[in-house]
DNA sequence: CACCAGGCAAGTA
DNA sequence: TACTTGCATGGT
């Protein structure tokens, strides 16, 4: 039996020598990749990138423009990207949040350390476990390893975990695995999320053709 | 037409 | 505690 350990290694090497650097988050700021992370649950990307498009097209892509903006009208914004009026809640539950505990300095928020951000992003209406490690990692470039439906989908159906296994023991999986590093887990991420895409969607998966061979059963 | 996409919270028993 | 349901657009 090869340890877990190992078998996360070697998937890595499997994953980015199959498709190399992936280049991930897309969004040119670190406002702006935490609107997406929010706007992006449970949603394709291209129907987000729309929305983001909207916000930056009419300058309305920052702190102070969002929390002037009327919850309704922000609503209108963002709708491409489904869940219209439960995402411009949940954008405002999170800006409030930064008005309130960090006097809205962006900064001073994605500086603050790792567990403490985390506790404060868990403590939003709207920011669970995904969308809080997306914004540490991707916006506030603190390594935690984030784990969605595609790293749960891949690493159960190739045996590496059940199928029963929670968000937390996934993340410890990989984060026992590897050094805390937040270029590796940002790509590691990225990678598990271009294998979901391409070889293992949720129904119909091109096991036959997809880098990682035959599920294990 | 049915099903899916980089979740989360609230309701039910 | 362990399921189930609502939220919603746009692509395949």
Not at 138 to 149: G, M, Q, R, T
Request: glycine share 6%; net charge negative; hydrophobic share 35%.
């Amino acid at each position: 039996m090869i340890s877990y350990t190992k078998r996360v290694l070697s998937l890595y090497k499997t994953l980015f020598d199959a498709f190399g650097p992936q280049r991930w988050w897309p969004g040119d700021t670190p406002f702006e990749v935490m609107v997406g992370a929010v706007l992006t649950q449970n949603t394709n990307w291209t129907n987000v990138s729309r929305a983001i498009d909207t916000l930056k097209n009419e300058g309305l892509l920052s702190f102070e423009a969002i929390s002037a903006l009327p919850l309704d009208t922000l609503a209108e914004k963002i709708r491409p990207s489904g869940y219209y009026n439960l995402k411009a809640k949940r954008l405002t539950n999170l800006l409030g949040l930064i008005h309130r505990k960090y006097d809205g300095d962006l900064s001073l928020f994605f500086q603050t350390d790792q567990d403490t951000l985390r506790q404060d992003l868990l403590s939003v209406k709207g920011i669970g476990p995904e969308t809080a490690d997306s914004i540490i990692l991707y916006a506030a470039k603190h390594p935690v390893f984030v784990v969605d439906a595609y790293t749960h989908r891949i690493l159960s159906r190739h045996g590496i975990i059940g199928e029963e296994s929670d968000y937390h023991e996934i993340q410890d999986l990989f984060m026992d695995s590897l050094p805390a590093d937040t270029a590796l887990f940002n790509e590691y991420h990225a990678l598990l999320v271009r294998l979901g895409k391409e070889f293992c969607k949720k129904t119909n998966p091109r096991c036959s053709s997809c880098p990682l061979k035959e599920p294990e059963e």
